[in-house]
């Protein structure tokens, strides 16, 4: 499996940008898939993930510093994820990955141990 993520550029601060994640089989669309970041120095971090489980919009959850601001969605028959992301801060500024795996659980969701294929990573820098 592959994923191939885009979309990350140099934004001002209270900017937006939309990160797409396609993925090179359909099987994945049943997959988790989520986000993470990695900032120079630091862990790579969950951002947002979403599973297709508990109804037709399935279950997404969000890292608490980016709760209201982004969104995550997906598309079924285009096999794609997308992170809208909104009010951009300096913070933000990392490295954003989209990974995808087939945890069913909302603990899972957020485990980096649940996803064991991963895209290249798209940068995204937000100025102050």
């Known amino acids: 499996v592959q994923l191939q993520a885009s979309g990350g550029g140099l934004v001002q601060t209270g900017d937006s940008l939309r990160l797409s994640c396609v993925a090179s089989?359909?099987?994945?669309?049943?997959?988790?898939i989520a986000w993470y970041r990695q900032a120079p120095g630091k862990e790579r971090e969950f951002v947002a993930g979403h599973m297709w489980s508990g109804g037709s919009r399935g279950i997404s959850s969000y890292a608490d510093s980016v709760k209201g601001r982004f969104t995550i969605s997906r598309d079924k028959v285009k096999n794609t994820v997308d992170l809208q992301m909104n009010s951009l801060k300096p913070e933000d500024t990392a490295v954003y990955y989209c990974?995808?795996?087939?945890?069913?659980?909302?603990?899972?969701?957020?485990?980096?141990?649940?996803?064991?294929?991963w895209g290249q990573g798209t940068q995204v820098t937000v100025s102050s």
């Open positions: 089989e359909p099987t994945v669309s049943n997959h988790a």
């Open positions: 990974a995808a795996g087939l945890t069913g659980t909302i603990s899972g969701l957020r485990l980096r141990s649940s996803y064991p294929y």
